[in-house]
């Protein structure tokens, strides 16, 4: 049985997401719909894609993702559908997917051309739907459109690195449901650029340099709980989707407040990550000479 996801900036106060799931099942009574989010804020791709990039590997193999954001058909912008990971994703080529197609190639890029497209001002409805349909029934992609080897990119997606390598600046492209502050710096390449130098981690007027494995490492156990105080303390951490992350520990809006709220954070604002040097082999053995020379005269 077919698994269709629906990713929207629709919201749940219109008619969108429920004449999008009828039209849908009037095509494919059996097939299973599943909401991953309607709640992405208007047209913002970059947190659209963090939140494709980290929900569709869940999905069985085969799954199909219609990805509703931004998607009117203009000049400047078609229709895509992507075969990737064993995954299709339908989408308007706006960069919504770069961020997967980083990190995996896809098989197949095609560009949808479905007849009067362009007349459509509801495409997910009258475009997207078909085409996922037409997948689950066992459909193959070139015959809705012509093979094409590139997408749009979105803008910022990738961190800059400077030359000296001593300096990533990153930037936000996420927060989260309980203000959590995440960047577009992963793991992979954060550890790749750092090579075991300590690390200041800064953002607005503050700084980190340490990065914790799970969010309740901030807390000491072998202290009484009544005295640790540890909800609201500031923390970094990797997170589930090895996204460098910076969040309030048991952060609540509303008491403790968030990281986005304390630290002043939105969308787009820049994070910086300055390495020190490691000494030079010469360093290390002038700082041994010193080391030997006090030494010596101490005695």
């Given amino acids: 049985m077919a698994i269709i996801t629906l990713t929207t900036d629709f919201g ?17 009574p059996d097939v299973k719909i599943v909401d991953i989010s309607h709640n992405v804020s208007p047209f913002n791709i970059p947190e659209a894609a963090y ?8 999905f069985p193999k085969g799954t199909i993702h219609i990805i509703g954001i931004d998607s009117e058909l203009n000049a400047e912008q078609n229709h895509i559908a992507i075969y990737l990971d064993e995954h299709y994703f339908i989408c308007a080529n706006n960069g919504i997917l770069s961020m997967i ?4 190639n896809p098989e197949k890029i ?18 997207f739907v078909k085409l996922a349909c037409h997948i689950a029934r066992g459909g193959t992609l070139e015959v809705i459109g012509k093979l094409i080897t590139e997408i749009k990119p979105i803008k910022n997606i990738n961190p800059y690195i400077n030359d000296e390598k001593t300096q990533i600046i990153g930037r936000v492209i996420y927060i989260d449901n309980y203000g959590n502050v995440i960047t577009n710096i992963r793991r992979n390449f954060f550890e790749t650029i750092q090579k075991g130098r300590d690390f200041e981690i800064s953002a607005r007027n503050y ?3 340490k990065i914790y494995k799970k969010y309740s490492d901030i ?12 909800e609201g303390r500031k923390l970094i951490v990797f997170n589930s989707g090895n996204f ?7 952060s609540n809006s509303g008491t403790v407040g968030s990281a986005s709220t304390l630290l002043g954070l939105s969308v787009m604002d820049a994070i910086s990550i300055n390495f020190t040097p490691k000494p030079s082999l010469t360093q290390k053995m002038n700082d041994s000479k010193n080391i ?8």
Wanted: one cysteine or more.
């Fill in 244 to 250: 460098l992350e910076i969040a309030i520990y048991k």
């Fill in 207 to 209: 700084t980190f340099k």
């Fill in 101 to 104: 197609c980083s990190e995996i």
């Fill in 51 to 58: 939140i494709i990039i980290n929900a569709y590997k869940s």
């Fill in 110 to 127: 095609v560009e949808i051309n479905i007849r009067n497209s362009k007349q459509s001002s509801f495409p997910v409805l009258d475009v």
């Fill in 219 to 230: 807390v000491n156990f072998d202290i009484p709980e009544d005295k640790r105080y540890n």
């Fill in 12 to 28: 749940i106060k219109d008619h969108f997401v429920g004449a999008t799931k009828g039209a849908i099942f009037s095509e494919l």
């Fill in 292 to 299: 030997k020379t006090t030494n010596h005269m101490s005695l």
